[in-house]
T-cell receptor, first 114, second 113 residues
């Protein structure tokens, strides 16, 4: 069964360091999402791609966060510099697009900033 | 803006009990509504959905009915099992193709044997 792959599963870093997360969506899925999930909260959309184009990055803290999907396939989310408040689970999801509304999520990358 | 409010957990029930997890929403127009579930150690996955008023979504014994008049999409199951222990998220997406999916805070469910 096709899955969304994410790495690393866990990352511990010190504040002010740079971190990067990688996501490989299900093959053929044009839409890719990065969500942040703080403990005890629901996922919050950071950025949405349609192929290689950004559709929505209104909640992405652009002073420190960046995301790219250069060839419209896999994607990287970067944080530089990391802050204590960035500790969270970073979820990647993909979908075929359209109006089905079904997102397929990876297992997530848990970030701890010390 | 659009939002989803769901009952806070944790919810603890005995096996075979009846389950209701309340969800209400605020949105313009006619959003699509979803329940996602996150089992321990796994990623979120779609449980069920409804795309228009009075639609009923169902899967794995769970049901939810899109109630426009009360802006609700409550999740129900007649007889829960230990394996239903998970975190449940209510979510909505707007009417447009690229509208993002907005999630509630999640409700943790514990089922005791």
């Amino acid at each position: 069964e096709a899955e969304v792959a994410q790495s690393p599963r866990y990352k511990i870093t010190e504040k002010s360091q740079a971190v990067a997360f990688w996501c490989d969506p299900i093959s053929g899925h044009a839409t890719l999402y990065w969500y942040r999930q703080i403990l005890g909260q629901g996922p919050e959309l950071l950025v949405q791609f349609q192929d290689e184009s950004v559709v929505d990055d209104s909640q992405l803290p652009k002073d420190r966060f960046s995301a790219e999907r250069l060839k419209g396939v896999d994607s990287t989310l970067k944080i530089q510099p990391a802050e204590l408040g960035d500790s969270a689970m970073y979820l990647c999801a993909s979908s075929l697009g359209g109006d089905t509304g079904e997102l397929f999520f990876g297992e997530g990358s848990r970030l701890t900033v010390l | 803006g659009d939002s989803v409010t769901q009952m806070e957990g944790p919810v603890t029930l005995s096996e075979e009990a009846f389950l209701t997890i309340n969800c209400t929403y605020t949105a313009t127009g006619y959003p699509s509504l979803f329940w996602y579930v996150q089992y321990p150690g796994e990623g979120l996955q779609l449980l069920l959905k409804a795309t228009k008023a009075d639609d009923k979504g169902s899967n794995k014994g769970f049901e939810a009915t899109y109630r426009k008049e009360t802006t609700s999409f409550h999740l129900e199951k007649g007889s829960v099992q230990v394996s239903d222990s998970a975190v449940y998220f209510c979510a909505l997406s707007g009417m447009n193709r690229d509208d993002k999916i907005i999630f509630g805070k999640g409700t943790r469910l514990h089922i005791l044997p």
